[in-house]
Nanobody, 118 residues
Framework: QVQLVESGGGLVQAGGSLRLSCIASRRMFSSNNMGWYRQAQGNQRELVALITERGITKYGDSVKGRFIVSRDSDAKNTIYLQMNSLKVEDTGVYYC???????????WGQGIQVTVSS
């Protein structure tokens, strides 16, 4: 079981920026990805962005061009999500996940709230 711990959420005005971090209890293997998913109230959990151990990225359509996912190049157990030009609809609980290939896995963080005000 992998433990994942998110940090960096909070309240920001529309148009602003936030940076999230996620630290895993072990490094990614070559088959792994780490990613961010979010869940707004009443909605299903959706992909925000993920990055593989080799640095391949995948983004949800609603965040392309605004958000950037990255990982530390050494330990490969930490990922970041730079969120720019935030919109009210980006509000939700953001969860860190470790999966296989480019799909979500069963290892989740506790979630962190991001609130974007108008």
């Amino acid at each position: 079981q992998v433990q994942l711990v998110e940090s960096g959420g909070g309240l920001v005005q529309a148009g602003g920026s936030l940076r999230l971090s996620c630290i895993a209890s072990r490094r990614m293997f070559s088959s792994n990805n780490m990613g961010w998913y979010r869940q707004a109230q009443g909605n299903q959990r959706e992909l925000v962005a993920l990055i593989t151990e080799r640095g391949i990225t995948k983004y949800g359509d609603s965040v392309k061009g605004r958000f950037i996912v990255s990982r530390d190049s050494d330990a490969k157990n930490t990922i970041y999500l730079q969120m720019n030009s935030l919109k009210v609809e980006d509000t939700g609980v953001y969860y860190c996940n470790m999966g296989l290939g480019v799909t979500m896995g069963k290892n989740w963080g506790q979630g962190i709230q991001v609130t974007v005000s108008s």
